[in-house]
T-cell receptor, first 115, second 109 residues
Framework: GAVVSQHPSWVICKSGTSVKIECRSL??????MFWYRQFPKQSLMLMAT?????????EQGVEKDKFLINHASLTLSTLTVTSAHPEDSSFYIC???????????FGPGTRLTVT | GQNIDQPTEMTATEGAIVQINCTYQ??????LFWYQQHAGEAPTFLSY????GLEEKGRFSSFLSRSKGYSYLLLKELQMKDSASYLC??????????FGKGTSLLVTP
């Protein structure tokens, strides 16, 4: 089956630093990748939709200059949290579509803690 | 806008049947998903409905009524390992998933 990986699985960083999270489709080419954020005991909130070779589409309320998304290839999308603050601490999950948009495969998630 | 509602918590007994309801009002509809999520893990796919009716897959079934904006997930022969959060999600017109807040199911002995 289709496998999506994320790296790192968890990261702790200091306030003011930047963190990059990678999302890779391991055995398929993903035309579209999605980035979600999940706070404790809450559901997943879509942050942005990323298509290979084009700019990401951000959801309302998500700062595109703070959450930089780069979908440079059909197997890799990266999310960079710039100038991280404690309130950015969350569980970040990506998903990838191979062909049909309803076939989304989720990565295992990255837990970010900003101290 | 997007509005997806499901109960916050439910409790059921091992071996029983439980139905988790979801109502939605979204801009565009390209199908409804149910996911299972254990704490600290990513969601895992359970079912996908795009047409009205019941889809059965083993112990899990999912129903959709598009005219009513309503779906339910039915879990039969509950097992302790079924204790998890169950997420209802609608695939919108932009083909992104809009998730409900999730229903935390506790299965007791």
């Amino acid at each position: 089956g289709a496998v999506v990986s994320q790296h790192p699985s968890w990261v702790i960083c200091k306030s003011g630093t930047s963190v990059k999270i990678e999302c890779r489709s391991l055995d398929f080419q993903a035309t579209t990748m999605f980035w979600y954020r999940q706070f404790p005991k809450q559901s997943l909130m879509l942050m942005a939709t990323s298509n290979e070779g084009s700019k990401a589409t951000y959801e309302q309320g998500v700062e595109k200059d703070k959450f930089l998304i780069n979908h440079a290839s059909l197997t890799l999308s990266t999310l960079t949290v710039t100038s991280a603050h404690p309130e950015d601490s969350s569980f970040y999950i990506c998903s990838a579509c191979e062909r049909e948009p309803y076939e989304q495969y989720f990565g295992p998630g990255t837990r970010l803690t900003v101290t | 806008g997007q509005n997806i509602d499901q109960p916050t918590e439910m409790t059921a007994t091992e071996g029983a049947i439980v139905q988790i309801n979801c109502t939605y009002q979204t801009s565009g509809f390209n199908g409804l998903f149910w996911y299972q999520q254990h704490a600290g893990e990513a969601p895992t796919f359970l079912s996908y409905n795009v047409l009205d009716g019941l889809e059965e897959k083993g112990r899990f079934s999912s129903f959709l009524s598009r005219s009513k904006g309503y779906s339910y997930l039915l879990l039969k022969e509950l097992q302790m390992k079924d204790s998890a959060s169950y997420l209802c999600a609608v695939l919108n017109s932009g083909y992104a998933l809009n998730f409900g807040k999730g229903t935390s199911l506790l299965v007791t002995p």
